[in-house]
């Protein structure tokens, strides 16, 4: 009863209060009056029978509590407008249309809040678990379940802005995922032929960009992408750019993604995860001069190169023109030296090894010399004794066939006879009187005609000899 009393006293309070309102506005606006004048009878009358109509009646629905709570928080001077609370999210959570629901606690106690997805997808920091944060906004009862909560209208971080909070989120993401270790990095093209730049198309930064390069290396060509460097939309235009330069149809050996010099909230579209997983996923080698000295962007972490300003960026990424030509002269003057040493060298070489060549061969030459010359004495002293033992064969041989020539039987005393066709007679039954012969004898031929052939007789054998 207590608490209902109490009830009822702020309704009869609050009823006061909206009659005395009401009376303000109809006469104020002409007498100026702003309160309730107790000695009017008909004022006192209508507040007497308003606060009795109140006490009469012995319950409120829950919609009247609900909205006079509203309308309580509404009219308060402290959260009836903007109002800015301490304390730490939990229970994070995004929906499917993009709003954000979170508690808020402390020590204390707990309140629900939201972020409507217009202010959440502006946020530039990821909301977690944990994080003490101030949260921006109005308090607002939510009639179908009776709490109130506070739609956010901006949140930050305690002891921490809110850039340098996402910046340290996504450094600790992409570092966690390898973007910024050292074996991805490409080597930087010594002598590109022709360059991209990533940068504003408007202010000094392209123009000492520019003007580096020429005097450095007019012989470059140079294809500029222009993009926004800061501000909202600015990390994608700047993914944009550099996927689209990575094109084959344009030809480049290297990009260069530059900025002059900011605050961290300027430079931070050069460290939000679109623009530096651009840098890491570019085909082409990438150099970046982003901001100043101290500046230091993720995408420097993620490049190839990272340069402290735009200009050394451009110093950094072509050789000097003058340099090369002196470079190349120098080189050129020794390699002539270079290559008369050689030559001379060559030539005492050669003149060398030719002696070598020419004593080696004269060498061999007189080995073979002595060789054949040892080997042609033996050869003729083999042939002569193989002759010589042949000829004794042959003289031995000779004897032996000598003996059983007829020759020799003709040497001593014998005849042989033959017909005028040359056929030898061997017996008397061959011979025909008259018939001429020729005799050979061992120094010439006889012809001579037969005129008598006489029969051998045959012997006939003594007594003593064997008959068969």
Request: with cysteine; proline share 3%.
């Amino acid at each position: 009863m207590a608490e209902q009393k109490s009830l009822f006293e702020q309704f009869t309070a609050r009823a006061r209060e909206k009659h005395a309102a009401s009376l303000n506005e109809l006469s104020g606006g002409e007498s100026g009056l702003s309160e309730i004048d107790p000695s009017d009878e008909s004022e006192q009358e209508t507040l007497e029978s308003t606060e009795t109509k109140a006490l009469e009646r012995e319950y409120y629905s829950v919609g009247e509590v609900t909205q006079h709570l509203k309308d309580v928080l509404a009219d308060d001077p402290v959260l009836g407008g903007t109002v800015v609370i301490r304390g730490e999210l939990s229970n994070v959570s995004r929906s499917a249309r993009g709003h954000v629901y979170f508690s808020l606690k402390d020590d204390e106690a707990s309140m629900k809040g939201v972020i409507w997805a217009g202010v959440a997808n502006k946020l530039s920091f990821d909301m977690e678990d944990g994080l003490e944060v101030f949260v921006t906004g109005s308090i607002d009862v939510y009639a179908p379940y009776g709490t109130y909560s506070i739609v956010t209208k901006s949140i930050e971080p305690v002891g921490i802005g809110a850039i340098q909070l996402a910046y340290l989120q996504i450094k600790e993401k992409l570092e966690k995922e390898g973007l910024f270790n050292l074996e991805h990095k490409q080597d930087i093209p010594e002598f590109p032929r022709r360059i991209g730049i990533v940068t504003s198309a408007t202010g000094a930064v392209i123009h000492d960009m520019l003007r580096v390069l020429r005097r450095k290396n007019p012989m470059v060509d140079v294809l500029l992408s222009p993009v926004i460097v800061q501000g909202e939309g600015a990390a994608q235009s700047i993914a944009k750019a550099i996927e689209e330069l990575n094109h084959p149809e344009y030809n480049l050996d290297l990009l260069i993604v530059g900025r002059g010099g900011g605050s961290l909230e300027d430079l931070f579209c050069f460290s939000e995860e679109v623009s530096v997983r651009a840098v890491f996923d570019s085909r082409l080698p990438v150099v970046t001069g982003i901001g100043h000295e101290p500046d230091f962007a993720l995408c420097d972490a993620a490049a190839d190169h990272s340069a402290s300003t735009p200009t050394a960026a451009a110093e950094y990424a072509v050789p000097d023109y003058e340099k090369l030509i002196d470079e190349f002269y120098r080189q050129r003057e020794d390699l002539l030296e270079g290559m008369q040493d050689w030559l001379l060298f060559f030539e005492q070489t050669l003149d060398q090894q030719a002696t070598q060549l020419v004593d080696r061969f004269q060498r061999t030459l007189e080995q073979a010399e002595s060789q054949l010359s040892e080997r042609r004495e033996r050869l003729l002293s083999g042939i002569e004794k193989h002759l010589h033992t042949h000829e004794q064969n042959t003289v031995r041989q000779a004897g032996e066939l000598n003996a059983f020539s007829p020759l020799e039987t003709l040497a001593r005393g014998y005849a042989v006879a033959s017909d005028t066709t040359g056929k030898i007679i061997c017996s008397i039954k061959g011979a025909t009187l008259g018939e001429v012969l020729r005799v050979q004898v061992t120094d010439g031929v006889i012809e001579t005609r037969i005129e008598q052939i006489t029969k051998k007789q045959k012997k006939e054998p003594d007594d003593g000899e064997y008959r068969s």
